[in-house]
């Protein structure tokens, strides 16, 4: 099972995506509570995949993922977005910034782990 980073800021977000993860056979699961945060944990140790929000203080889903993106250690990493707003433009921003797949609230552990094996390649 491959590590996984959660970024949200709200800790009920994180233990329902936990719950999901887990029921979908994901054990090592991380958490951090905004993209600075979570750009900390992802130097200290290598990850599988990050599960980000979008909305979050003081550095936003976005704004992780273009840093993730911009690291040449971190680059590869495949990124799934979580959104309450399936707004267009975020959508194309997102995708453009690199985004490997976007998750639309509220989402169940289906659509969660269709979204992960359409990143990950169905492991």
């Given at each position: 099972s491959i590590p996984v980073l959660v970024v949200d800021d709200y800790q009920t977000m994180i233990r329902i995506l936990r719950n999901l993860l887990k029921q979908i056979g994901f054990k090592d699961v991380d958490d951090a509570s905004d993209g600075t945060a979570a750009l900390a944990k992802l130097k200290e140790k290598k990850y599988g995949l990050v599960i980000s929000d979008w909305n979050m203080e003081p550095m936003t889903g976005y704004e992780l993922l273009q840093h993730v993106r911009a690291d040449e250690a971190l680059n590869s990493l495949?990124?799934?977005m979580v959104t309450a707003e399936a707004k267009t433009?975020?959508?194309?921003?997102?995708?453009?910034?690199g985004v490997n797949n976007y998750i639309v609230k509220p989402f169940n552990a289906q659509t969660l782990q269709a979204k992960i094996a359409a990143v990950l390649g169905g492991e």
């Open positions: 495949p990124f799934i433009e975020n959508v194309i921003a997102a995708k453009k910034a």
